[in-house]
């Protein structure tokens, strides 16, 4: 069966710095996607980056890019010039079939402290 | 615009009540979920629909029980069966390739 896991329950990082947040997974599928979720106090789960495990370069979006190892099954999130309102609980997904179902296995999160 | 509402917003249950949250999309989604999300841990999947009048369980069923009967719609029930309904619910609808769209959720607590 996929898993994900994430293996820091917490990180702090300073303002303006840049801070990498670890994800792995594991499963037999060669085709999947794998996503960074953000959920800020409101508890508003929003899309950070998403990745495809067929296309070798790496997501970015803005500040937010990932490192996307397949064949180490890892998924780190880096996030540059970190703000303020960047502070929240991250999770990292997997979408992909599971028991001949599709479905997507979340990790149980990272809370990111952002220290002015 | 197209997005997921889940109502209430908050909820308040006596003990032994039952109580149905809603969710209600218009992204033309065909798979929709629910989650529930207790303090300090992930997301946990209690049941999940691919198609209209199908749903299956995820890994907290018991004592939850659901509906499909439209596209758009898939109410969650907490029954009495339930013996720590106290949580934050989330419900969620996806195509296959760009992931979950979510709801704003609804916090339940048991008074």
């Known amino acids: 069966a996929q898993t994900v896991t994430q293996s820091q329950p917490e990180m702090s990082v300073q303002e303006a710095e840049t801070v990498t947040l670890s994800c792995t997974y594991d499963t037999s599928e060669s085709d999947y996607y794998l996503f960074w979720y953000k959920q800020p106090p409101s508890r508003q789960m929003i899309l950070v980056i998403r990745q495809e495990a067929y296309k070798q370069q790496n997501a970015t979006e803005n500040r937010f890019s990932v490192n996307f190892q397949k064949a180490a099954k890892s998924f780190s999130l880096k996030i540059s010039d970190s703000q303020l309102g960047d502070a929240a609980m991250y999770f990292c997904?997997?979408?992909?079939?599971?028991?001949?179902?599709?479905?997507?296995?979340f990790g149980t999160g990272t809370r990111l402290k952002v220290l002015a | 615009d197209g997005g997921i509402t889940q109502s209430p917003k908050y909820l308040f249950r006596k003990e032994g009540q039952n109580v149905t949250l809603s969710c209600e999309q218009n992204?033309?989604?065909?798979?929709m979920y629910w989650y529930r999300q207790d303090p300090g841990q992930g997301l946990r999947l209690i049941y999940y629909?691919?198609?209209?009048?199908?749903?299956q369980k995820g890994d907290i069923a018991e004592g939850y029980s659901v509906s499909r009967e439209k596209k758009e719609s898939f109410p969650l029930t907490v029954t009495s069966a339930q013996k720590n309904p106290t949580a934050f619910y989330l419900c969620a609808s996806s195509t296959t390739a760009y992931g979950y769209t979510f709801g704003s959720g609804t916090r339940l607590t048991v008074v």
């Open positions: 629909s691919q198609i209209v009048n199908d749903f």
């Open positions: 992204l033309n989604h065909d798979a």
């Open positions: 997904a997997y979408g992909g079939f599971t028991s001949g179902t599709y479905k997507y296995i």
